[in-house]
């Protein structure tokens, strides 16, 4: 049962006051209504966080919303996948809602999950809008970010993985298999996640004593498109590389397509390793060596903080980074000697 609302320290009319609005106005503020100035709401919410003032009352529906920028996506199944396992723990039951980039979503949404009140919201997202966190904190709807995008701010829920090791490990199969030319095809350059894999691949590099060259790395945008495309280009290289570590497995899927469009053998001319681990990886041909990034265990645990957080518990830790592991399959193998001495 969700804990026992606490006793206002003020009134709506002493805030009406305080921000020298109508008692109207703050009413809109607090159900969320859009005929209120962005100037005005700002203020309003910020003295209801200043005062910590709840909102009496409208009990909350049974529902856990998780929010997408972008629903059509092998990972994205993955991830409701956890958060019903949780609802179904908890008698809960699941909204799914898309809206903004992959950065946050858009302003608009707060209104209607305002209206919806549910028990929490999981969103997979970079980070939340300064205004978006305000309306809902200050209507108790508690919030936690799987961001396998960005890296949210320290006081901001969030549950995430460890993606600078899972580029390092990826990158040092690949090193422990001979080879020595190793590209490496990320997601987008703005994204915190593309840059921790990268870091960690220059890493893995750098501690086997191998030169970094930039020529080999490409910044894409984690869907089999961008890793065909950036492959055509790294594969038609005069000193083409031996093996290719792609930050995703869709991005893995367009590296197999390149190679198949090109007439390069898979693992014999060319090791591939992906990332995320999706079913799909096991179904290819050959089947995807790849990092195993824990989606499911990271939407279940997403789930569960928000609904502690909704129960009134208050986790030591905001954040929380569960482990990734390499699954080899059939994709890599050791570099051929007529390869490595082109």
Known sequence: MPPTAPQNPVTLADL??????????????????????????????????????????????????????ELESAWALEIIRGVENVAREKGLSVVLTESGTRHAPSPEWVEGVIARRPVGVVLVFSDLAQDSRRQLEARSIPFVIIDPAG?????VPSVGSANWSGGMMATRHLI?????RIAAITGPEDM????????GYRSALNAAALPL??????????????????????????????????GSDLQALGVLDAARQL?????EELSIVGYDDLQVAQWSSPALTTVHQPLIEMAEEAARMAVRLYEGERPNN?????????????????????????
């Open 16 to 69: 009406a006051a305080e921000a020298e609005v109508s008692l109207s106005t703050v009413s809109k503020v607090l159900n969320g209504r859009t005929d209120v100035s962005r100037h005005t709401r700002a203020k309003v919410e910020a003295l209801l966080e200043d005062h910590g003032y709840r909102r009496k009352g409208g009990a909350k529906s049974r529902l856990l919303e998780l929010v997408f920028h």
């Open 151 to 155: 890296d949210p701010a320290p006081d």
């Open 176 to 180: 422990e298999l001979g080879h020595t």
């Open 192 to 199: 915190m996640c593309s840059l921790a894999r990268i870091d």
């Open 213 to 246: 060259d930039k020529d080999l790395i490409r910044y894409g945008n984690f869907h089999v498109d961008g890793g065909r495309d950036h492959a055509l280009e790294l594969l038609s290289l005069p000193d083409r590389p031996t093996a290719i570590f792609a």
């Open 263 to 267: 007439g390069i053998a898979v693992p």
């Open 318 to 342: 905001l954040r929380l980074d569960l482990a990734t592991s390499l699954v080899v399959r059939q994709s890599t193998a050791p570099v051929a000697s007529s390869v490595a001495k082109r």
